[in-house]
């Protein structure tokens, strides 16, 4: 089958002059094929990653009532110093050995502080010390029961998404029964953790169809605000339950076709509100609040694609002015110069894609990738007989502000019917000359791919377990996986926390591992994405270098030349010895030669050759 990206112009369907052919994936000896099934006993593949911790839930965040399952014991969780939002310590048995067919214990996002890892659950959140990532410990745990729960944190304050009906305003786990009931909470919450193992909310800002996932906005011209894009994908609540809201695809003042604005002010976020529900979907011309994809397939033989009357998830680039909208039916492109305001600059539909779910901007921001989520995460979509760009990831070039279809990508092992399998998130791996991603694939397990060529992605390690049931199929797999100061993070929806650290292969070599180890944050939120700069180091030059030679981009006597000069400029103990001189000379003479070459050279070569020449620079003025 054929596919295409059909772009939206002025009203009317044109489609954009790219085909790639959809292939059904094959039965293959990939070690992912045949893994043997289980909760806590399940075959286990990897390839060029290493699992090097993996944590059950703990008590509070599975359901107590669920039958056992597998022979083979969990492992013992590490105890619960929790309190909730009312300073509630959790009990409970140790994890069971089988998880419930029921999302509401199911783990999903996480963002980071320090050496902390915060993992949302629709039950609430954990915490987790990873000072030592082959060593994390469970450090606090807060029942707040509410669905979605995917977690942000900027400072002392943490957000949480809350979408289920259930959810009440004080965290209460007895959840709502009066239809209209004030009590009732969905939106976004807002704690201060400034006591992480007592965090108390401060702001609960209620919205018309609740908070399946939220997008932090800092924007560098307003420091005193953070902003928070809401996204609600559930029905619109009554105007009964919630002023003002109403689900009427009529009415000039639907709840539908926004995403909502929500304003924190940074010296008083307990006065947190919305300030916003922009038309981002409107056209144009017409005025119309609809004006994207209306729903239903694209024709013969395509997928049936959601109505386009939400965003799912929104991330953000603000050094760039740009965020990237997973909007149900359509991938869009907006300025978000200023935050309050957001403005739509283009958007594509896929007649492959069932549900726009998320994306992920490479660090240049030329680059955006798509991922869609078919069947809502919780249906088989790997199978043998299922297409290549079915439940995927399209990859779009930005050129001009505009989206340019360039590939496909999607973890290549053929999965059984007991194992929901599609894509879903993931983040950059910064490695610097390289755009490369870890992402998530529930029960396709984790998957590393570089798309630095966006037509021909390519694979590079991955990790997978077996189905969860041998018969059923139990919702499970990776929510998220996420780079962080050196380590992989994985959410297993029904299992726990996984770390995994990188191998040096053929497709990745040590020297780029390490250069990407040298990144260090001390904040990370995959939906705010901040451009990452590479220090002028000896390791970052030698994996520019791996790179070149990969690609035969440099000559080896050349490449030689420049190992041996940083050889030289590393034995050197401070910028006063003898030779420190000469070594910086010879580091800018070799630079200004990679600047030569770069001009003749391959585009990625000649942006490899120029990096490489910077950092050559840098390092020779460490030693003057």
């Known amino acids: 089958m054929k596919s295409g990206i059909v772009r939206f112009a002025a009203g009317s369907l044109a489609v954009l002059c790219v085909t790639v052919v959809g292939e059904a994936q094959q039965p293959s000896h990939d070690p992912r094929v045949g893994l043997k099934p289980g909760l806590r006993n399940a075959g286990q593949a990897a390839r060029h990653m290493e699992l090097v911790a993996s944590l059950p839930k703990p008590a509070g965040f599975f359901d107590p009532a669920q039958p056992a399952g597998d022979p083979t014991p969990p492992e013992t969780p590490e105890p619960a110093s929790t309190a909730g939002a009312r300073d509630t310590t959790v009990t409970g048995p140790s994890?069971?050995?089988?998880?419930?067919?029921?999302?509401?214990?199911?783990?999903?996002?996480?963002?980071?502080?320090?050496?902390?890892?915060?993992?949302?659950?629709?039950?609430?959140?954990?915490?987790?010390?990873?000072?030592t990532p082959k060593k994390p410990q469970l450090f606090a745990s807060v029942v707040c029961p509410g669905g979605q729960g995917d977690v942000s944190v900027y400072g002392h304050l943490l957000f949480m998404s809350v979408e289920q009906t259930r959810g009440r305003i004080d965290c209460g786990a007895q959840g709502v029964t009066d239809p209209v009931s004030a009590e009732r909470f969905r939106g976004v919450r807002i704690?201060?953790?400034?006591?992480?193992?007592?965090?108390?909310?401060?702001?609960?800002?209620?919205?018309?169809?609740?908070?399946?996932?939220?997008?932090?906005?800092?924007?560098?011209?307003?420091?005193?605000?953070?902003?928070?894009?809401?996204?609600?994908?559930?029905?619109?609540?009554?105007?009964?339950?919630?002023?003002?809201?109403?689900?009427?695809?009529?009415?000039?003042?639907?709840?539908?076709?926004?995403?909502?604005?929500?304003?924190?002010p940074v010296a008083a976020p307990d006065k947190a509100r919305i300030v916003n529900r922009p038309r981002i979907f409107s056209d144009p011309r017409t005025g119309a609040l609809s004006g994207l994809w209306p729903g239903g397939d694209h024709g013969p033989g395509t997928q049936k694609t959601s109505l386009t009357d939400r965003c799912h998830d929104i991330t953000v680039f603000p050094e760039i002015g740009l965020a990237a909208g997973a909007c149900s039916g359509n991938g869009i492109l907006l300025d978000i110069t200023d935050p309050v305001h957001p403005s739509r600059l283009d958007e594509v539909a896929d007649p492959n894609f069932a549900f726009w779910h998320s994306a992920t901007f490479n660090n240049d921001g030329t680059k955006v990738i798509f991922t869609d989520e078919w069947g809502g995460g919780t249906r088989p979509r790997c199978r043998a007989s299922?297409?290549?760009?079915?439940?995927?990831?399209?990859?779009?070039?930005?050129?001009?502000?505009?989206?340019?279809?360039?590939?496909?990508?999607?973890?290549?092992?053929?999965?059984?019917?007991?194992?929901?399998?599609?894509?879903?998130?993931?983040?950059?791996?910064p490695v610097p000359g390289r755009d490369i991603m870890a992402q998530a694939w529930y029960q396709g397990g984790v998957s590393v791919f570089d798309f630095t060529d966006a037509a021909h992605p390519v694979e590079i390690a991955f990790f997978d377990r077996g189905p969860i049931d041998a018969t059923t199929l139990i919702t499970g797999g990776f929510w998220s996986a996420y780079w962080y100061n050196g380590y992989i993070y994985g959410t297993e929806i029904a299992r726990g926390l996984d770390i995994f650290k990188?191998?040096?292969?053929?497709?990745?070599?040590?020297?780029?591992?390490?250069?990407?180890?040298?990144?260090?944050?001390?904040?990370?939120?995959?939906?705010?994405?901040?451009?990452?700069?590479?220090?002028?180091?000896?390791?970052?030059?030698?994996?520019?270098?791996?790179?070149?030679?990969?690609?035969?981009?440099?000559?080896?006597?050349?490449?030689?030349?420049?190992?041996?000069?940083?050889?030289?400029?590393?034995?050197?103990?401070?910028?006063?010895?003898?030779?420190?001189?000469?070594?910086?000379?010879?580091?800018?003479?070799?630079?200004?030669?990679?600047?030569?070459?770069?001009?003749?050279?391959?585009?990625?070569?000649?942006?490899?050759?120029?990096?490489?020449a910077a950092t050559l620079k840098g390092r020779a003025e460490r030693r003057q």
């Open 191 to 264: 704690f201060d953790i400034s006591d992480v193992k007592k965090p108390k909310q401060i702001a609960a800002v209620q919205t018309c169809r609740g908070s399946h996932t939220h997008t932090l906005v800092v924007n560098p011209k307003d420091p005193d605000n953070i902003y928070i894009y809401g996204s609600g994908t559930s029905t619109v609540r009554s105007g009964d339950e919630l002023a003002g809201c109403s689900g009427d695809k009529e009415d000039p003042n639907t709840s539908l076709f926004s995403i909502d604005v929500i304003q924190v």
């Open 502 to 612: 990188l191998t040096p292969s053929e497709f990745l070599s040590q020297n780029e591992i390490d250069a990407a180890a040298q990144v260090h944050s001390s904040e990370f939120n995959a939906q705010h994405q901040q451009r990452i700069t590479w220090p002028a180091t000896s390791v970052i030059a030698r994996a520019y270098l791996d790179q070149l030679g990969r690609t035969k981009g440099i000559s080896p006597a050349k490449a030689d030349a420049v190992k041996a000069a940083l050889e030289k400029a590393d034995r050197l103990k401070s910028p006063s010895d003898k030779g420190a001189p000469a070594a910086a000379e010879t580091l800018t003479s070799l630079a200004g030669d990679l600047e030569k070459d770069a001009a003749s050279a391959a585009s990625v070569d000649a942006v490899r050759l120029r990096s490489l």
């Open 386 to 429: 299922d297409q290549l760009n079915w439940g995927a990831d399209a990859i779009f070039d930005i050129v001009d502000r505009k989206l340019r279809f360039g590939g496909y990508f999607k973890m290549p092992a053929p999965q059984t019917e007991e194992e929901n399998c599609v894509a879903h998130n993931g983040s950059i791996i």
């Open 95 to 131: 994890s069971p050995t089988r998880p419930t067919l029921s999302l509401n214990f199911a783990n999903s996002d996480l963002a980071f502080s320090g050496t902390l890892v915060f993992i949302g659950n629709f039950n609430g959140f954990n915490s987790y010390d990873i000072e």
